[in-house]
């Protein structure tokens, strides 16, 4: 099988009592103590730059979600590069752009993704306006009807230091992840991802730092979930 179309591995269903599993239920956790009086419903993950991580954060974490028996979708709007749908052997000819160009509906969109309790809606056909299909008003329609469907719904948007597009959706959302390689990622430009959602007034929770090694976890990847200051 070709590499851009082989299967991820979500290991937080594949072997649910690994440590990068019980990571992951970790992060569940404390995202659902963030905000007791208003639980999140809607939370958008993001990263500085490709490649840190925030795709397989989602998927995971749709994941322990749905083994806490939750309603849960995963939306992939990443409308430039997306990946969702290889991870949950999807095909991706109908998805969120149809739903936004009104060729869709979510029922018809969304798919069960092999997981109890957890559906998938793919990006569909990458657009020429990504962005203005995000910032538009049947994307709040989306959001507020995915809402009245499931108990939570989990975005993956590109990086944030790329494009604007996870600074529009972070922006709708109740809650914002931002994911960070572990020995990749600059300071500077971690600085400036946190900066570019501030100015969105996105309620960002917290930090998810990737490909961490530790003496204390036999494993190459490492969680940490901080509030924000």
């Known amino acids: ?11 937080a269903h594949q072997n649910p009592r690994s440590h990068i599993a019980e990571a992951f ?9 963030s905000s007791v009086d208003e639980p999140i419903r ?26 806490e028996n939750k309603n849960v979708l995963v939306v992939d709007a990443d409308l430039r590069k997306p990946t969702q749908h290889l991870y949950f052997m999807k095909s991706n000819r109908v998805g969120l752009t149809h739903i936004l160009s009104n060729q869709s509906t979510l029922q018809e969109a969304a798919s069960e993704a ?12 990458i657009p020429p306006n990504p962005s203005e299909l995000l910032a ?35 922006a709708k959302c109740d809650g914002a992840i931002v994911v960070l390689g572990a020995g990749k990622v600059k300071r500077d ?11 969105v007034k996105a309620n960002v929770l917290g930090v998810v730092l990737n490909n961490k090694r530790g003496k ?14």
């Not at 430009?189 to 100015?199: D, V």
């Open 136 to 170: 538009s008003r049947r994307m709040d329609r989306f959001l507020e009807e995915a809402k009245e469907m499931y108990d939570i719904v989990l975005i993956d948007s590109p990086p944030t230091l790329a494009v604007t597009d996870s600074q529009i959706l972070a």
């Open 114 to 125: 092999g997981v109890d309790g957890l559906h998938i809606i793919t990006s569909g056909p």
């Open 25 to 33: 239920r970790a992060l569940r956790t404390n995202i659902q103590f």
């Open 216 to 229: 204390a976890i036999d494993s190459p990847y490492y969680y940490y979930y901080g509030n924000k200051e």
């Open 1 to 11: 099988m070709r590499a851009s179309t082989a299967k991820r591995i979500l290991i």
């Open 189 to 199: 430009h971690a600085k400036k991802t946190m900066a570019a959602l501030e100015r």
């Open 42 to 67: 809607t939370l958008v993950v993001t990263s500085a730059n490709p490649g840190e991580g925030k795709t397989t954060t989602v998927a995971n974490l749709a994941v322990v979600y749905a083994q």
